[in-house]
Protein backbone atom coordinates (compact mmCIF):
# COMPACT_ATOMS: atom_id res chain seq x y z
CA UNK A 1 0.00 0.00 0.00
CA UNK A 2 2.68 2.39 0.62
CA UNK A 3 5.11 1.38 -1.63
CA UNK A 4 3.21 1.56 -5.03
CA UNK A 5 5.17 2.81 -7.01
CA UNK A 6 8.35 2.27 -9.18
CA UNK A 7 10.22 5.09 -7.22
CA UNK A 8 8.15 5.19 -3.60
CA UNK A 9 9.32 6.83 -0.29
CA UNK A 10 7.50 6.54 2.91
CA UNK A 11 9.04 9.15 5.89
CA UNK A 12 12.28 9.57 3.87
CA UNK A 13 13.73 12.41 2.25
CA UNK A 14 14.59 12.00 -1.62
CA UNK A 15 16.02 13.92 -4.34
CA UNK A 16 15.56 12.83 -8.06
CA UNK A 17 17.71 14.54 -10.82
CA UNK A 18 17.97 13.88 -14.25
CA UNK A 19 14.76 10.59 -14.50
CA UNK A 20 14.06 9.00 -17.31
CA UNK A 21 11.30 6.88 -16.94
CA UNK A 22 8.28 5.21 -18.91
CA UNK A 23 5.81 2.13 -19.11
CA UNK A 24 5.38 1.76 -15.48
CA UNK A 25 2.42 1.45 -13.82
CA UNK A 26 3.04 4.21 -11.27
CA UNK A 27 5.99 6.24 -11.92
CA UNK A 28 6.78 7.93 -7.97
CA UNK A 29 4.32 8.28 -5.31
CA UNK A 30 5.77 9.59 -1.88
CA UNK A 31 4.51 10.01 1.78
CA UNK A 32 5.52 12.39 4.08
CA UNK A 33 9.37 13.45 4.22
CA UNK A 34 10.12 15.56 1.13
CA UNK A 35 10.58 15.05 -2.53
CA UNK A 36 12.86 16.78 -5.05
CA UNK A 37 12.12 15.86 -8.64
CA UNK A 38 14.29 17.69 -11.13
CA UNK A 39 15.36 17.79 -15.08
CA UNK A 40 13.20 14.70 -15.76
CA UNK A 41 10.97 13.06 -18.36
CA UNK A 42 7.96 10.85 -17.58
CA UNK A 43 5.93 9.13 -19.77
CA UNK A 44 3.31 6.18 -19.19
CA UNK A 45 -0.48 5.49 -20.54
CA UNK A 46 -1.81 3.59 -17.82
CA UNK A 47 -4.13 4.78 -14.95
CA UNK A 48 -1.94 6.72 -12.03
CA UNK A 49 -0.61 10.26 -11.12
CA UNK A 50 3.03 10.17 -12.51
CA UNK A 51 3.82 12.10 -9.53
CA UNK A 52 1.80 11.79 -6.24
CA UNK A 53 3.20 13.70 -3.29
CA UNK A 54 1.35 13.46 -0.17
CA UNK A 55 1.55 14.97 3.42
CA UNK A 56 5.23 16.40 2.93
CA UNK A 57 7.30 19.09 1.43
CA UNK A 58 7.33 18.98 -2.50
CA UNK A 59 9.40 20.46 -5.17
CA UNK A 60 8.93 19.58 -8.74
CA UNK A 61 10.88 21.62 -11.31
CA UNK A 62 12.24 21.48 -14.83
CA UNK A 63 10.45 18.40 -15.89
CA UNK A 64 8.43 17.21 -18.85
CA UNK A 65 5.47 14.86 -18.32
CA UNK A 66 4.20 13.37 -21.23
CA UNK A 67 0.67 11.88 -20.86
CA UNK A 68 -1.97 9.88 -23.39
CA UNK A 69 -5.50 9.11 -23.11
CA UNK A 70 -5.84 7.05 -19.78
CA UNK A 71 -8.87 8.79 -17.07
CA UNK A 72 -8.34 9.40 -14.05
CA UNK A 73 -4.23 10.56 -14.84
CA UNK A 74 -2.76 13.48 -13.21
CA UNK A 75 1.31 14.59 -13.89
CA UNK A 76 1.55 16.16 -10.47
CA UNK A 77 -0.82 15.42 -7.40
CA UNK A 78 0.10 17.41 -3.95
CA UNK A 79 -1.94 16.37 -1.23
CA UNK A 80 -1.97 18.00 2.20
CA UNK A 81 1.69 19.74 0.86
CA UNK A 82 2.43 23.05 2.29
CA UNK A 83 4.32 25.86 0.80
CA UNK A 84 5.17 23.11 -2.06
CA UNK A 85 6.63 24.66 -5.34
CA UNK A 86 5.67 23.70 -9.06
CA UNK A 87 8.16 25.03 -11.37
CA UNK A 88 9.43 25.42 -15.08
CA UNK A 89 7.62 21.96 -15.99
CA UNK A 90 6.32 20.81 -19.64
CA UNK A 91 2.87 19.11 -19.24
CA UNK A 92 1.24 17.31 -22.28
CA UNK A 93 -1.90 15.79 -23.40
CA UNK A 94 -2.96 14.54 -20.65
CA UNK A 95 -6.25 13.57 -22.60
CA UNK A 96 -8.13 11.08 -20.53
CA UNK A 97 -11.45 11.26 -18.73
CA UNK A 98 -11.08 12.70 -15.49
CA UNK A 99 -7.14 13.78 -15.81
CA UNK A 100 -5.75 17.13 -14.99
CA UNK A 101 -2.20 18.50 -15.52
CA UNK A 102 -1.78 19.15 -12.28
CA UNK A 103 -4.20 18.30 -9.25
CA UNK A 104 -3.40 20.31 -5.68
CA UNK A 105 -5.90 19.11 -2.39
CA UNK A 106 -6.52 17.62 0.67
CA UNK A 107 -5.87 21.06 2.20
CA UNK A 108 -2.61 21.77 0.66
CA UNK A 109 -1.50 25.41 1.54
CA UNK A 110 0.49 28.14 -0.14
CA UNK A 111 1.69 26.16 -2.74
CA UNK A 112 3.21 28.16 -5.73
CA UNK A 113 2.63 26.77 -9.65
CA UNK A 114 4.88 29.06 -11.32
CA UNK A 115 6.39 29.43 -14.86
CA UNK A 116 4.37 25.89 -16.26
CA UNK A 117 3.71 25.75 -19.56
CA UNK A 118 0.35 22.83 -19.95
CA UNK A 119 -1.01 22.07 -23.07
CA UNK A 120 -4.57 19.80 -23.91
CA UNK A 121 -5.54 18.89 -20.47
CA UNK A 122 -8.85 17.44 -21.13
CA UNK A 123 -10.41 18.37 -17.62
CA UNK A 124 -8.12 21.00 -16.43
CA UNK A 125 -4.81 22.31 -16.57
CA UNK A 126 -4.58 23.05 -12.62
CA UNK A 127 -7.13 21.65 -10.11
CA UNK A 128 -7.37 23.49 -6.55
CA UNK A 129 -9.92 21.61 -4.43
CA UNK A 130 -10.26 20.40 -0.59
CA UNK A 131 -9.85 23.91 1.33
CA UNK A 132 -6.41 24.52 -0.60
CA UNK A 133 -4.50 27.70 -0.98
CA UNK A 134 -2.28 28.61 -4.43
CA UNK A 135 -0.38 30.79 -6.19
CA UNK A 136 -0.42 29.89 -9.87
CA UNK A 137 1.86 32.67 -11.68
CA UNK A 138 3.65 33.04 -14.99
CA UNK A 139 1.83 29.72 -16.29
CA UNK A 140 0.35 29.38 -20.35
CA UNK A 141 -2.41 27.22 -20.44
CA UNK A 142 -3.08 25.80 -24.09
CA UNK A 143 -6.25 23.80 -25.46
CA UNK A 144 -7.74 22.56 -21.40
CA UNK A 145 -11.05 22.22 -20.92
CA UNK A 146 -10.61 24.00 -17.70
CA UNK A 147 -7.33 25.71 -17.22
CA UNK A 148 -7.80 26.65 -13.77
CA UNK A 149 -10.31 24.81 -11.54
CA UNK A 150 -10.80 26.25 -7.75
CA UNK A 151 -13.45 24.29 -5.97
CA UNK A 152 -15.15 23.12 -2.68
CA UNK A 153 -13.49 26.03 -0.71
CA UNK A 154 -10.23 26.79 -2.22
CA UNK A 155 -8.50 30.03 -3.44
CA UNK A 156 -6.50 30.68 -5.84
CA UNK A 157 -4.43 34.42 -6.85
CA UNK A 158 -3.93 33.99 -10.46
CA UNK A 159 -1.04 36.47 -11.56
CA UNK A 160 0.81 37.10 -14.82
CA UNK A 161 -0.93 34.16 -16.75
CA UNK A 162 -1.71 33.18 -20.81
CA UNK A 163 -4.61 31.48 -21.47
CA UNK A 164 -5.15 30.21 -24.89
CA UNK A 165 -7.80 28.39 -26.87
CA UNK A 166 -9.32 26.69 -23.37
CA UNK A 167 -13.16 25.89 -23.05
CA UNK A 168 -13.14 28.19 -19.36
CA UNK A 169 -9.80 29.39 -18.55
CA UNK A 170 -10.95 30.23 -14.77
CA UNK A 171 -13.98 28.14 -13.10
CA UNK A 172 -14.97 28.42 -9.64
CA UNK A 173 -17.68 26.02 -8.50
CA UNK A 174 -18.61 23.68 -5.47
CA UNK A 175 -17.86 20.30 -6.93
CA UNK A 176 -19.03 17.94 -3.96
CA UNK A 177 -22.35 18.99 -2.58
CA UNK A 178 -21.40 20.91 0.71
CA UNK A 179 -18.31 21.29 0.51
CA UNK A 180 -18.69 25.24 -0.54
CA UNK A 181 -17.80 26.88 -3.58
CA UNK A 182 -13.94 28.25 -4.76
CA UNK A 183 -12.49 32.05 -5.25
CA UNK A 184 -10.23 33.59 -7.10
CA UNK A 185 -8.28 37.00 -7.67
CA UNK A 186 -7.08 37.39 -11.19
CA UNK A 187 -4.67 39.90 -12.12
CA UNK A 188 -2.47 41.53 -14.85
CA UNK A 189 -3.53 38.08 -17.32
CA UNK A 190 -4.00 37.61 -20.98
CA UNK A 191 -7.34 35.21 -21.99
CA UNK A 192 -7.25 34.58 -25.53
CA UNK A 193 -9.78 32.58 -28.19
CA UNK A 194 -11.39 31.60 -25.25
CA UNK A 195 -14.27 28.91 -27.06
CA UNK A 196 -17.05 29.07 -23.76
CA UNK A 197 -15.73 31.42 -21.64
CA UNK A 198 -12.64 33.34 -20.34
CA UNK A 199 -14.39 32.75 -16.17
CA UNK A 200 -17.09 31.31 -15.07
CA UNK A 201 -17.88 30.75 -11.66
CA UNK A 202 -21.66 29.34 -9.44
CA UNK A 203 -23.44 31.36 -7.19
CA UNK A 204 -21.64 29.62 -4.17
CA UNK A 205 -17.89 31.54 -5.88
CA UNK A 206 -16.36 34.33 -6.56
CA UNK A 207 -14.20 35.54 -9.00
CA UNK A 208 -12.32 39.20 -9.06
CA UNK A 209 -10.73 40.06 -12.11
CA UNK A 210 -8.56 43.12 -12.90
CA UNK A 211 -5.89 44.74 -15.02
CA UNK A 212 -6.56 41.93 -17.36
CA UNK A 213 -6.89 40.85 -21.70
CA UNK A 214 -9.73 39.27 -23.43
CA UNK A 215 -10.03 38.90 -26.85
CA UNK A 216 -13.55 37.11 -26.69
CA UNK A 217 -15.71 38.91 -23.87
CA UNK A 218 -15.69 42.18 -21.86
CA UNK A 219 -14.66 41.51 -18.37
CA UNK A 220 -16.04 43.11 -15.61
CA UNK A 221 -13.72 44.74 -13.55
CA UNK A 222 -11.07 47.57 -12.67
CA UNK A 223 -8.22 48.46 -15.44
CA UNK A 224 -9.31 45.27 -17.75
CA UNK A 225 -9.25 45.45 -21.42
CA UNK A 226 -11.11 44.09 -24.62
Known sequence: INLKAAISAFKSNIIVDYLDME?????IFTQF?????RNSTISTDVVCDFINIKYGDGLVENCVFNGKDAPDTDAIDFDLSIGGVIRNNRIYNFRGFNSDGIDIGE????VLITGNLLFNSYDKGVSVGQNSTVIIEKNLFIGCNQAIAVKDYSY???????????NTSVACFEKNF??????ADVVNSIFSSSIVNSIASDSLSSISVKYSLSDTEELAGTGNLF
Not at 33 to 37: A, K, R
Request: proline share 3%; charged share 10%.
Open 23 to 27: DVDFP
Open 33 to 37: GSTIL
Open 107 to 110: ESQN
Open 156 to 166: AYINQNTFYNN
Open 178 to 183: GFGGGS
